[in-house]
């Protein structure tokens, strides 16, 4: 069975930082796009950032860029989400996600996910 587990969330003062990992299990991902989303409450789940599974492509939202950086292990079958400079609009659940549907891994669409782990950013 394959599992999607976040965690590294939290409660944190805006400008702050948080790293968040999500380690997968059941199956390797070491040759799939892996995602990072979040949902704030009454809002839709977005994307935030993804990497290939090379490493050498990674996109992020134009409101996490030069802020969030994805990184990605394949020997510990892992990804990461180093989130910089917080602000309260970054509070949200955020998702582990891997292997998209489709070639537009901007979209909420993949195979698996995490159940998510909540970061709360204070003003």
């Known amino acids: 069975q394959v599992h999607l587990v976040e965690s590294g969330g939290g409660l944190v003062q805006a400008g702050d930082s948080l790293r968040l990992s999500c380690a997968a299990s059941?199956?390797?991902?070491?040759?799939?796009?892996m995602g990072w989303f979040r949902q704030a409450p009454g809002k839709e789940r977005e994307f935030v950032a993804a990497i290939s599974w090379n490493s050498f492509v990674r996109p992020y939202a134009d409101s996490v860029k030069g802020r969030f950086t994805i990184t990605r292990d394949n020997a510990k079958n892992a990804v990461y989400l180093q989130m910089n400079s917080l602000n309260p609009e970054d509070t949200a659940l955020y998702y582990c996600a891997a292997d998209p549907v489709s070639s537009n891994y901007r979209r909420p669409e993949y195979n698996y996910w995490g159940q998510g782990t909540q970061v709360t950013v204070s003003s």
């Open positions: 059941g199956r390797t991902f070491r040759s799939v796009t």
